[in-house]
């Protein structure tokens, strides 16, 4: 069983940053591939990032790529997310995700211009 809880969240203006974290337990984090995902308002849920267990490869959307970087510190069970030169249309709940299998509660993103 793993639990996440992200934080970092907020409302910031575009062209700013926002870095989240989600925070794990249970002892298989360091074993799964974990990966953000986001929700916009009226849309469904989007992969944005995902980072493999000893995070030597990781992936992102074309949408977020050169703006976001993920990471992760398995030593403290934290994935992270940098977000840089944050949009409007990077509005949105954002979630992590361990092993496509288990999933946080969420943290709010607001991107006002």
């Known amino acids: 069983q793993v639990q996440l809880v992200e934080s970092g969240g907020g409302s910031v203006q575009a062209g700013g940053s926002l870095k989240l974290s989600c925070a794990a337990s249970g002892y298989i984090f360091s074993l799964c591939t974990m990966a953000w995902y986001r929700q916009a308002p009226g849309k469904e849920r989007e992969s944005v990032s995902s980072i493999s267990s000893r995070g030597g490869t990781t992936s992102y959307a074309d949408s977020v790529r050169g703006r976001f970087t993920i990471s992760r510190d398995n030593a403290k069970n934290t994935l992270y997310l940098q977000m840089n030169s944050l949009k409007t249309e990077d509005t949105g709940v954002y979630y992590c995700?361990?092993?496509?299998?288990?999933w946080g509660q969420g943290t709010q993103v607001t991107v006002s211009s």
């Open positions: 995700a361990a092993c496509g299998n288990y």
